[in-house]
């Protein structure tokens, strides 16, 4: 497993490389994310493309109008339409409310597949997770590794959705680590420390705990579970298994349904 490393050394990801130009047409808005770039003055911004789309066709909105806006990584506010027209609108913003805030969780998830990694993303960041960390597993496929959607632009695609979706303002940091051993021995007892280590398996004898109110690290396998071996390196790292119960989820069902009965 660890004696065939890709090639290639994963990116690690944050908000700062989050660009207006990134988004395509997918998705609706509770939040319109704005942009540093988007700013013509102190307390204005001229928006266009999907966002422009988006407040015509779905909104309605015309001058005059307030809408829900956000700065990315900032706070959050109002803004107000001076000006509407087929090529972009104008704003005046006002932004002094502070982002809601995030879950106190650290996920660790084997690397999906593309189209799952897209929803998992999107829901993980709506609920509020500020660090994922997506890892190598024997289950993972090698091309999964390869594809478009790890591309930086594409992952800050899927978690700016989940932002307008949860009117949150506030990027989660990314980390990509494609060999299994080297992560868990050399990285994971770092990143667990001072928070509760649980890894969801689903013939673990103990049920998802509830309501927590501490820290957690959860790790979440691919589909088909981790394997024995697997299993044994992260329980000898720390971490307690649990389980949802005898049915077996798709991860992005099963993602969202962890974090909900646990926070």
């Not at 988007?38 to 015509?56: C, I, M, Q, S, Y």
């Not at 090529?87 to 995030?102: C, I, N």
């Not at 420390?193 to 103990?206: D, E, F, K, Q, W």
């Amino acid at each position: 497993m660890d004696k065939c490393p890709f090639p290639r050394k994963p990116p690690r990801l944050g908000g700062s490389n989050v660009s207006r130009q990134t988004l395509g047409d997918a998705g609706p808005m509770n939040l319109v994310i704005l942009f540093e770039s988007d700013f013509v003055a102190a307390d204005r911004v001229r928006l266009d493309g999907r966002r422009l789309r988006h407040v015509r066709e779905v909104h309605h909105a015309r001058p005059g109008n307030s809408l829900r806006v956000g700065l990315l990584n900032g706070r959050l506010g109002e803004g107000e339409i001076t000006r509407l027209g087929d090529e972009a609108l104008e704003m005046t913003v006002r932004l002094d409310q502070p982002p809601p805030q995030p879950l106190p969780v650290t996920l660790v998830l084997a690397l999906p597949r593309p189209k799952s990694l897209k929803k998992v993303l999107q829901a993980v960041t709506a609920l509020g997770a500020k660090r994922i960390v997506l890892f190598n597993t024997w289950r993972v496929e090698k091309s999964f590794w390869e594809s478009p959607v790890l591309r930086p632009a594409a992952l800050e695609e899927q978690m700016i959705l989940g932002l307008e979706q949860a009117c949150d303002t506030v990027v989660p940091r990314i980390t990509l680590r494609n060999r299994f051993k080297p992560f868990v021995e050399d990285e994971l007892p770092e990143l667990i420390r001072n928070t509760r280590a649980l890894v969801a398996h689903p013939s673990a004898a103990t049920p998802c705990p509830h309501a927590l109110r501490e820290p957690v690290t959860l790790a979440v396998g691919p589909e088909g579970g981790f394997i024995p071996y697997e299993m044994e390196k992260l329980q000898g790292a720390g971490f307690e298994a649990i389980s949802l119960g005898e049915r077996r989820l798709r991860v992005e069902h099963a993602v969202p349904a962890l974090l909900g009965r646990l926070f």
